[in-house]
Antibody, heavy 118, light 108 residues
Framework: QVQLVQSGAEVKKPGASVKVSCKAS????????LQWVRQAPGQGLEWMGW????????NSPQKFQNRVTMTRDTSISTAYMELRRLRSDDTAIYYC???????????WGQGTLVSVSS | EIVLTQSPATLSVSPGETATLSCRAS??????LAWYQQKPGQAPRLLIY???TRATSIPPRFSGSGSGTEFTLTISSLQAEDFAVYYC???????????FGGGTKVEI
């Protein structure tokens, strides 16, 4: 079955960077886009961007374009999302999710809590 | 950017009743509208895609309808496990830029 397993919780100071990993299994990694979505405490879902694991192409909304980098390592079926220049309002749970053209984001990782505090 | 507006923000219902949730898009999403359920401490769970198709293992009491810019999620005969937050999401662009609605909390 499809599984997306994310790295563990992180605590960071303002101005630092964080890199979250998402290891995929149960399907061909390069056949599906991966999305990154975050959720601040008590808030809704916010789309951060996608990566095409086959080509490495990425896209993200303007809000994140200068601070987020999405990469992948196809040899280990793992995607990464790095967020730089962290602020306190980046405190959130970060999710990766497999995207299908017809069904959208069907499978989600368990989430990674990133806490930013001085 | 397509904006999704969900209403109401909170819906109070009793077990066994029917809940009707709305999602309005700022422009047509060509039927590429999904609904998710999220419970505390859990990742979102896909309920409906393509506006009206139930995802795998989703019980028939969940149904989606609508087209263009107006969509509805109906939950019939609410069970205790259905009390959660529900989000709509559009995925009409390719490559897939996503937008989520603000959510509707269904409470007892």
């Amino acid at each position: 079955q499809v599984q997306l397993v994310q790295s563990g919780a992180e605590v960071k100071k303002p101005g630092a960077s964080v890199k979250v990993s998402c290891k995929a299994s149960g399907y061909t990694f390069t056949d599906y886009f991966l999305q990154w979505v975050r959720q601040a405490p008590g808030q809704g879902l916010e789309w951060m961007g996608w990566i095409n694991p086959k080509s490495g192409d990425t896209n993200s909304p303007q809000k994140f374009q200068n601070r987020v980098t999405m990469t992948r390592d196809t040899s280990i079926s793992t995607a990464y999302m790095e967020l730089r220049r962290l602020r306190s309002d980046d405190t959130a749970i970060y999710y990766c999710a497999r995207h299908d053209y017809y069904t959208s984001t069907t499978d989600w990782g368990q989430g990674t809590l990133v806490s930013v505090s001085s | 950017e397509i904006v999704l507006t969900q209403s109401p923000a909170t819906l109070s219902v009793s077990p066994g009743e029917t809940a009707t949730l709305s999602c309005r898009a700022s422009q047509s999403v060509s039927g590429k509208l999904a609904w998710y359920q999220q419970k505390p401490g859990q990742a979102p769970r896909l309920l409906i895609y393509g506006a009206s198709t139930r995802a795998t293992s989703i019980p028939p009491r969940f149904s989606g309808s609508g087209s263009g810019t107006e969509f509805t999620l109906t939950i019939s005969s609410l069970q205790a496990e259905d009390f959660a937050v529900y989000y709509c999401q559009q995925y009409s662009h390719w490559p897939p830029a996503l937008t989520f609605g603000g959510g509707t909390k269904v409470e007892i």
